[in-house]
């Protein structure tokens, strides 16, 4: 069965730290890997894509990994802030179709000061 | 920067009373879907569309669903006769062109959907 699960679930951590979030997925076929960012009672937002034949990818201070061998895919934040406090998604999309597109349950993140 | 809005932010509805969510896409995008979110739960997918007919649907989008584009730019889901699991985070998304892997897909701020 196609699943997506990622860890931890939730996180909390100080201001200006950093951190890593995990995802691993058993979908095949893959196409592509995406790492959203949700705030609370908002749409996700998405931070990277990458195509399998990618492994890492960056957006400012978010850096995503992509290891297509072990079906693994982490996101790191640097110098973390406040603002980053939020729903993190990890989105494995298997063959560009839509109705296959598979959401993790999120690692909840909170940056306290 | 475009983005996708949707319209009511909040509806509370009675248990078997109609609901339209409305979400404007992003202007030359051609390819939108709904989703939604159960307190607590996975983003699951409703139903894509393009070039004014479903593309995809999953078990979720039942003929209690139906979806439309009424004027060119307003993309909307009807759930009628409301029941009481209905009450989720609804959102709309939409693209440029979905036959493209990596292809960012722009979600709407949600319409939270409360089921009395």
């Known amino acids: 069965k196609n699943q997506v699960e990622q860890s931890p679930q939730s996180l909390i951590i100080l201001e200006g730290k950093n951190c890593t979030l995990q995802?691993?997925?058993?979908?095949?076929?893959?196409?592509?890997l995406r790492w959203y960012k949700q705030d609370t009672g908002r749409g996700p937002v998405s931070l990277t894509i990458?195509?399998?034949?990618?492994n890492t990818k960056s957006n400012g201070r978010y850096t995503a990994t992509l290891d297509a061998d072990t079906k693994q895919s982490s996101l790191h934040i640097t110098a973390s802030q406040l603002s980053d406090s939020a729903s993190y998604i990890c989105v494995v999309d298997p063959s560009s179709s839509a109705s296959k597109i598979i959401f993790g349950s999120g690692t909840r993140l909170s940056i306290r000061p | 920067e475009p983005e996708v809005t949707q319209t009511p932010s909040h509806q509370v509805t009675q248990m078997g009373q109609e609901v339209i969510l409305r979400c404007v896409p992003i202007?030359?995008?051609?390819?939108f879907y709904w989703y939604r979110q159960i307190l607590g739960q996975k983003v699951e997918f409703l139903v894509s569309?393009?070039?004014?007919?479903?593309?995809?649907k999953s078990e979720i989008f039942d003929d209690q669903f139906s979806v439309e584009r009424p004027d060119g730019s307003n993309f909307t889901l009807k759930i009628r006769s409301t029941k009481l699991e209905d009450s989720a985070m609804y959102f709309c998304?939409?693209?440029?062109?979905?036959?493209?892997?990596?292809?960012?897909?722009?979600f709407g701020p949600g319409t939270r959907l409360l089921v009395l």
């Open positions: 990458m195509t399998f034949s990618e």
């Open positions: 998304a939409s693209t440029s062109d979905a036959g493209v892997p990596g292809e960012t897909q722009y």
């Open positions: 202007s030359n995008h051609l390819y």
């Open positions: 569309f393009y070039n004014n007919e479903i593309s995809e």
């Open positions: 995802c691993n997925y058993t979908v095949s076929p893959f196409s592509n």
